[in-house]
């Protein structure tokens, strides 16, 4: 049976799946919600690889969900050199990045990003400017 792996995006946690987990518990789905570290990429990518490997533990593929950032990560985590990693058998991007391999995800220049007030581990920005940082590009 194939297993699910939930990866949240930027300014989010594992308790952003919270809604969806009873609902995948109901239908006898087998799941995990990872809690990205947010460090560095690679312990990012590290996170992901060990619920991967724990999902997978017996034999079972695992499906790997990415919202948002978090598809960035599950882009890194499930291939090495161009080969599928452990078990993970697919692929799913949730409003997500995409990336190719050798890719790096750079926020820097990124609308909304002079926005955010970064205070050591806490982000905030200013619910005024939300339309205009982050959903320009929306009607």
């Given at each position: 049976m194939n297993r699910l792996l939930l990866v949240h995006?930027?300014?989010?946690?594992?308790?952003?799946w919270e809604k969806l987990t009873?609902?995948?518990?109901?239908?006898?789905?087998?799941?995990?919600?990872?809690?990205?570290?947010f460090t560095t990429t690679e312990s990012?990518?590290?996170e992901v690889r060990a619920a991967i490997d724990r999902l997978g533990s017996d034999s079972s593929g695992v499906t790997i969900l990415g919202?948002?950032?978090?598809?960035?990560?599950?882009?890194?985590?499930?291939?090495?050199d161009g080969t599928g990693y452990g078990a993970a058998s697919s692929l799913v991007y949730l409003t997500a990045i995409v990336m190719a391999p050798g890719?790096?995800?750079?926020?820097?220049?990124?609308?909304?990003?002079?926005?955010?007030e970064f205070d050591?581990?806490?982000?905030?920005?200013?619910?005024?400017?939300?339309?205009?940082?982050?959903?320009?590009?929306?009607t």
């Open positions: 995006g930027a300014f989010h946690g594992a308790w952003c009873p609902e995948l518990d109901h239908r006898g789905v087998v799941h995990e919600a990872v809690e990205l570290p990012d990518v590290a919202h948002s950032f978090g598809g960035a990560v599950i882009s890194a985590a499930a291939a090495v890719q790096t995800v750079d926020f820097s220049g990124a609308p909304g990003m002079a926005a955010i050591g581990e806490v982000a905030r920005f200013d619910p005024a400017s939300a339309r205009s940082a982050f959903y320009h590009c929306c």
